[in-house]
């Protein structure tokens, strides 16, 4: 059974930095690449970061690129979302998801249960 | 940035069929899929590639993306399928969300 099981998340001061993370079990974790996407409190989902199987390609969303940063360590099956200068409009519930199909076409399933970040002095 | 346009709401009384649309530019080139969220949950997809239906998601959630708008549809409409529904897509190496669609079933 897949799982994806992120931490991290609390309370941090604005300009403060934090590094969450995203524990996989149940497939072959160094076959897929991995995804985060956040949900600010009320709102939609917005993706933020990709990172490809082998850690060789990442990708980010605009608002969060030169901020965020994705990596991965696949001996111990976890991705990272490291996210530097944090504004309160940074305040969400992040998730890391799995995709299925190929990178160009791929779709989330599953998702994990996300973890809470929320910015505030 | 590419931009996927959803409806806020959308409202269907129960059994009747709800659509919910989502808007793009060439999305007819894109493979588009949909999530369910409801509260307090993480997003489930119910629909991949266009109109493809994972196993466990009852056979009423359908889709087609014939054009620059995407359908989603839900026949004989239940209360229990009362969520915040997401399209999702791809464009130039990154991930691309609609803004959810609320549906209320009552």
């Known amino acids: 059974q897949v799982q994806l099981v992120e931490s991290g998340g609390g309370v941090v001061q604005p300009g403060r930095s934090l590094r969450l993370s995203c524990a996989a079990s149940?497939?072959?974790?160094?076959?897929?690449?991995m995804h985060w996407v956040r949900q600010a409190p009320g709102k939609g989902l917005e993706w933020l970061a990709l990172i490809s199987h082998d850690g060789g390609f990442t990708s980010y969303g605009d608002t969060v690129k030169g901020r965020f940063t994705i990596s991965r360590d696949n001996s111990r099956k976890e991705v990272y979302l490291q996210m530097s200068i944090l504004t309160a409009e940074d305040t969400a519930k992040y998730y890391c998801?799995?995709?299925?199909?190929?990178?160009?076409?791929?779709?989330?399933?599953?998702w994990g249960q996300g973890t809470l970040v929320i910015v505030s002095s | 940035s590419y931009e996927l346009t959803q409806p806020p709401s959308v409202s269907v009384s129960p059994g009747q069929t709800a659509s919910i649309t989502c808007s793009g530019d060439y999305l007819e080139e894109k493979y588009i899929s949909w999530y369910q969220q409801k509260p307090g949950q993480s997003p489930l997809v119910v629909i991949y590639h266009n109109a493809k239906r994972p196993s466990g998601i009852p056979q009423r959630f359908s889709a087609f993306n014939p054009g620059n708008t995407a359908i989603l549809t839900i026949s004989g409409a239940q209360t229990m399928d009362e969520a915040d529904y997401y399209c999702q897509t791809w464009d130039s190496s990154k991930v691309v969300f609609g803004g959810g669609t609320k549906l209320t079933v009552l």
């Open positions: 149940g497939f072959t974790f160094s076959n897929y690449a």
């Open positions: 998801a799995k995709p299925s199909g190929s990178q160009s076409d791929s779709w989330f399933d599953p």
